[in-house]
């Protein structure tokens, strides 16, 4: 584990539920490493470098986003599958290289892209996927949280150099636009954009990231849809929802209600609910927990650990998401600033 944070706790969590063995935890600083070690019950911590030269099977990078590429490659060339935190890379050029690299070392490696994998997410997938739903004709989208809210709200993410050139977007926006990929199965082919940063300034230092983006979108298959992400939305914690409306029925699924996936069409509406006995084989594979038990966040995570450990071990799951999606948040995100820096439409370059 490189990292010492809530990621990393969230990955370590994941990693024990899945059986592994925590050999060891590189941080910022030998004394946090070594805190977070006992904390988090790894046997050991180490210099990053030295942890990354081992070769252990799997390593799990979980630091600031701008040394992602960087730390993954290394991983990378010593032989280990990495699980990288998103983004994968702050550039797509950088993405390029870790994907590149991986081919290189005949190792694959995984993005944690974990809200595909609540099963009412997957549901809709397979509802899209049988036909249900129809042809996808329209779409909308939110991400919002109020962490960032008042000036005084800090975080190494504000500065580009740590974070990258954006914040709200390649943090939250990474997340919606892989469900909304995920789910419909097509892909956004162009977007136009506009930015806000609401406080010049946070901490005495300039803030050079963006809190708000709103963007119109345009899919593979002629749908369009509108996309609202904030890190400045009063009372909103985690308020992630799609909806997905086709010639048929409407899908929506909000992420702070992830037991439930509504279903709307012309003649009645209906939700339904979380039960493995009703749920698509793919939903029911990733439930863990019997109906009217709730499941959340560390289920979904444990999930997709689980997933990428098997294909490490040399087995398939369609589920999982990589590094080429790794690279496509990389590059949805270079469209949707150039976008609102051009203000003007703007092709986002195929994966």
Not at 82 to 106: H, M, N
């Amino acid at each position: 584990m490189l990292g010492a944070g809530f990621m990393a706790r969230t990955h370590s969590h994941a990693a024990r539920a899945a059986g592994a063995t925590l050999d060891s935890l590189a941080s910022s600083s030998m004394g946090t490493a070594g805190s977070a070690a006992l904390a988090l019950g790894y046997g050991r911590a180490l210099p990053a470098d030295e942890l990354l030269a081992l070769g252990l099977p799997v390593v799990h990078i979980c630091t600031p986003n701008a040394v992602h590429a960087e730390h993954a490659i290394a991983a990378l060339r010593a032989g280990s599958f990495v699980i990288c935190e998103k983004p994968l890379a702050t550039s797509p050029g950088a993405a390029r290289d870790v994907v590149d690299a991986a081919a290189r070392a005949g190792v694959s490696g995984a993005v944690p892209f974990v809200y595909r994998y609540h099963p009412m997410v997957i549901e809709a997938r397979h509802r899209v996927r049988a036909g249900h739903t129809g042809s996808v004709l329209a779409l909308s989208g939110v991400y919002l949280q109020d962490w960032m809210l008042h000036a005084a709200d800090v975080n190494w993410r504000v500065r580009s150099r740590s974070g990258g050139p954006s914040r709200a977007f390649a943090d939250i926006g990474s997340h919606l636009v892989d469900l909304i990929e995920f789910v419909t199965d097509q892909r956004i082919t162009r977007v136009a954009a506009v930015t806000r940063t609401v406080h010049p300034e946070r901490g005495g230092s300039p803030v050079e990231t963006e809190d708000a983006v709103a963007l119109t979108v345009e899919l593979t298959g002629g749908a369009i849809g509108s996309l609202l992400v904030s890190q400045v939305s009063p009372g909103r914690k985690n308020g992630l929802a799609i909806e997905i409306g086709g010639s048929r029925e409407s899908l929506r699924f909000e992420q702070e209600d992830p037991e439930r996936l509504w279903v709307g069409r012309r003649e009645e509406s209906a939700v339904l609910r979380r039960d493995p006995a009703t749920l698509s084989a793919e939903a029911s594979r990733v439930t863990t927990l019997p109906a009217g038990h709730p499941e959340g966040y560390q289920s979904a995570f444990n999930s997709f650990i689980a997933d990428a450990y098997a294909v490490a071990a040399g087995q398939e799951r369609e589920l999982m998401p990589t590094f080429a999606d790794g690279l496509r948040a990389a590059e949805v995100t270079d469209a949707v600033l150039r976008a609102a820096q051009q203000r003007t439409w703007v092709e986002v370059n195929p994966t």
